[in-house]
């Protein structure tokens, strides 16, 4: 019996390994390597502790962490491979997210690299979209930030909760976009949100999204950084991201670049620019590393300084990505003062 299961055991390791490595070659092959060791390396994956497997003399806390390191190492590759959460079992089923049109549908597309927020679809057309040249500054009642939602129905889970409210509904994103706002303006630089949902239909996200930020510059166009707010969704085994500014955990922060559109590059100038001042007065705030999406625009081609933002991920509490409001504010303020 004691044979049996060792041998049992030891097959479990061995399939372990051929999928991770599986999921490593498709990731290779499909030019996403780079984003998935960034994902991994940004949330130290404990890569060594996968060789203790079996190693005489360790102890029972020291099992079960292993133990525990091995689950989480399945659930990675199944859904780099699948773009399948075990732990959410809405991704079970592939109308949840909008497959990529190219290559085979169902590999990693939960974090596809050339479009790592499934932008999907886009009715308005590439060679004539709106832009909005920035206006001058008139009044200090001149909107300077503007914030929107593509995903409001997206929460922070971190103490237990829901992860999104059902039913076209607002959620947590919505409230850190307020807070944000809020902090915005009492430093004197002013800034207004849209509440408007805009994935009561989660495929149409981005195409009424459009419609609201457009209509932001339309009735605003000297709004000089315009924000679309976001939470990151990435597996619970992956591990939330968090840092601790002035005594307090906050959520970190990714700006998310689409490179389909002309002016992409003044857009990623400023978020280089913002990630700059952020390292410089809070340390650990931002990731370092833009995410680029070169199949997807994410409606940055309407004006100079369209970003999107993801504040923490479902993993963090509501408290943390509010917490991050603060920092950012003073970060936007910092930038737009240049």
Request: charged content about 20%; glycine content about 8%.
């Amino acid at each position: 019996m004691f044979y049996r299961n060792t041998w049992f055991r030891n097959m479990a390791v061995i399939l372990l390994i051929i999928l991770f490595l599986f999921a490593i070659y498709l990731c290779i092959v499909n030019d996403s390597t780079g984003y998935l060791i960034t994902i991994l390396s940004d949330r130290s994956f404990p890569f060594p502790i996968l060789l203790l497997d079996g190693a005489p003399g360790l102890s029972q806390p020291q099992r079960e962490y292993i133990d525990n390191i091995r689950y989480k190492t399945v659930a990675l590759g199944m859904y780099f491979l699948t773009g399948v959460n075990i732990s959410d079992a809405r991704t079970y089923f592939l109308s949840f997210y909008a497959p990529p049109k190219q290559d085979i549908s169902w590999i990693g597309w939960t974090y596809y690299p050339d479009d790592p927020e499934m932008e999907g679809p886009i009715l308005e057309p590439l060679d004539n979209p709106f832009y909005n040249e920035p206006a001058p500054i008139t009044s200090e009642h001149d909107a300077l930030v503007g914030i929107y939602h593509t995903h409001n129905a997206e929460c922070y889970a971190g103490n237990g909760g829901r992860d999104r409210v059902p039913g076209g509904k607002n959620g947590d994103v919505v409230i850190v976009g307020q807070v944000l706002a809020e902090t915005l303006n009492r430093l004197g630089v002013k800034a207004i949100q849209d509440q408007t949902v805009n994935d009561a239909d989660y495929t149409e996200s981005y195409n009424k999204s459009y419609q609201t930020a457009k209509k932001m510059l339309e009735e605003n166009p000297t709004i000089r950084i315009l924000i679309d707010l976001h939470r990151d969704g990435i597996p619970p085994e992956v591990g939330k991201s968090v840092v601790k500014i002035d005594g307090k955990n906050m959520a970190k922060i990714m700006i998310v670049i689409g490179q389909q559109n002309p002016h992409w590059e003044k857009n990623n100038k400023i978020a280089q620019e913002i990630i700059k001042i952020g390292q410089e007065k809070y340390p650990g705030l931002f990731f370092n590393r833009i995410t680029y999406a070169s199949d997807a625009r994410y409606n940055q081609f309407l004006t100079d300084g369209a970003l999107l933002l993801e504040i923490g991920s479902q993993l963090n509490t509501l408290e943390e990505a509010m917490n991050a409001a603060e920092p950012l504010a003073q970060v936007l303020k910092e930038y737009l003062q240049k």
